[in-house]
T-cell receptor, first 116, second 111 residues
């Protein structure tokens, strides 16, 4: 089974500052990688995903993430935080490529707080 | 196009009561999933289904049963609710191993 580690359960930044949310996974075979965002009392919404091709992936709301195979990482960044970015963020990893089961393994989440 | 919907949104049960959570999707997805979300634990997979009439256990299946009689619906049942099942339950669907689309969640409290 996959293992996903999100470093830091809480991250606080000032509005306009860089956002960096860390995610590492355990698979030795490059999986599919996802970042989801959850706003209070809502379901999860896909921010971005990596499947194949370019390792720098751009998502919605100005977020991007870079797949680094050598570091087994998929960190999420945004150059300038906005108050509306305050939410919980989940990194997720699919089962190994070629699997038809489609299971996702989630990290424990990082709560992002943005200060004015 | 409603996406993934869940019924009910909130529910309070007493220990030992039973209930069924309904998930419906209108995207013609083959795969459907039930997760529970607890503080600091992320999302944990309860059961999933890769097609109509098929179901399988996830990470935390004990105390839950599921059925997928129709492609668009995935039911999660609690036969005898326990306080440990107090949680937020999310349903999701996907086209094979692509991204999953989530419902808005059901907040369940077991007293």
């Amino acid at each position: 089974a996959q293992s996903v580690t999100q470093l830091g359960s809480h991250v606080s930044v000032s509005e306009g500052a860089l956002v960096l949310l860390r995610c590492n996974y355990s698979s030795s075979v490059p999986p599919y990688l996802f970042w989801y965002v959850q706003y209070p009392n809502q379901g999860l919404q896909l921010l971005l995903k990596y499947t194949t091709g370019a390792t720098l992936v751009k998502g919605i709301n100005g977020f991007e993430a870079e797949f680094k195979k050598s570091e087994t990482s998929f960190h999420l960044t945004k150059p300038s935080a906005h108050m509306s970015d305050a939410a919980e963020y989940f990194c997720a990893v699919s089962e190994e490529r070629g699997s038809t089961l489609g299971r996702l393994y989630f990290g424990r989440g990082t709560q992002l707080t943005v200060w004015p | 196009n409603a996406g993934v919907t869940q019924t009910p949104k909130f529910r309070v049960l007493k220990t030992g009561q039973s209930m069924t959570l309904l998930c419906a999707q209108d995207m013609n997805h083959e795969y459907m999933y039930w997760y529970r979300q607890d503080p600091g634990m992320g999302l944990r997979l309860i059961h999933y289904s890769v097609g109509e009439g098929t179901t399988a256990k996830g990470e935390v299946p004990d105390g839950y049963n599921v059925s997928r009689l129709k492609k668009q619906n995935f039911l999660l049942g609690l036969e005898s609710a326990a306080p440990s099942q107090t949680s937020v339950y999310f349903c999701a669907s996907s086209y094979r191993s692509n991204e999953q689309f989530f419902g808005p969640g059901t907040r369940l409290t077991v007293l």
